[in-house]
């Protein structure tokens, strides 16, 4: 992973209070891409134990969040859709891998692809992205 894409992805996560309160980890990043990953625990399933569609649209958001702001410019969503095709539940470990399949001026356009262990692919997402046109505040990397 580029220096700028490292840092970009770990002040961006670094920050999210949200991601970490669901437990999500930050497995991998670079230019354009990241995956993030989280354990279903038992107080993330509906009334029929299955895992709430909400929080699997978070954790899409939450990889596609990273992976857009690998450039050092802070970046925000402009608009996603999801399509869920399986069911998650309890105790079901997912990874999500965001990848960037356009990028034009200010706007961004990437894909999200959720599997759980086994392989299984549970949903698809498309994020929209937008930048601010501002930097990212990151700390100076230190001398070397």
Same mark, same amino acid.
């Given at each position: 992973?580029?220096?700028?894409?490292?840092?970009?992805?770990?002040?961006?996560?670094?920050?999210?209070? %949200?991601?970490?309160?669901?437990?999500?980890? +930050? @497995?991998?990043?670079?230019? *354009?891409?990241?995956?993030? &990953?989280?354990? !279903?625990?038992?107080?993330?399933?509906?009334?029929?134990?299955?895992?709430?569609?909400?929080?699997?649209?978070?954790?899409?958001?939450?990889?596609?969040?990273?992976?857009?702001?690998?450039?050092?410019?802070?970046?925000? %969503?402009?608009?996603?859709?999801?399509?869920? +095709? @399986?069911?998650?539940?309890? *105790?079901?470990?997912?990874? &999500?891998?965001? !990848?960037?399949?356009?990028?034009?001026?200010?706007?961004?356009?990437?894909?999200?692809?959720?599997?759980?262990?086994?392989?299984?692919?549970?949903?698809?997402?498309?994020?929209?992205?937008?930048?601010?046109?501002?930097?990212?505040?990151?700390?100076?990397?230190?001398?070397?």
């Amino acid at each position: 992973m580029t220096d700028l894409a490292r840092r970009g992805a770990e002040v961006m996560f670094g920050q999210d209070r %949200a991601s970490k309160a669901l437990g999500m980890e +930050l @497995e991998e990043a670079g230019p *354009g891409r990241a995956v993030v &990953a989280m354990t !279903v625990r038992d107080d993330m399933v509906n009334g029929y134990d299955l895992l709430h569609g909400g929080l699997l649209a978070t954790l899409c958001d939450t990889a596609f969040s990273v992976a857009c702001n690998t450039y050092g410019e802070i970046t925000v %969503a402009a608009g996603f859709d999801i399509t869920f +095709l @399986e069911a998650s539940h309890a *105790g079901d470990r997912l990874r &999500a891998h965001a !990848v960037e399949r356009a990028r034009r001026g200010r706007s961004g356009l990437y894909d999200v692809t959720v599997t759980r262990a086994d392989g299984v692919v549970l949903a698809e997402f498309r994020g929209r992205s937008r930048s601010l046109g501002r930097p990212i505040d990151m700390p100076a990397t230190p001398e070397r």
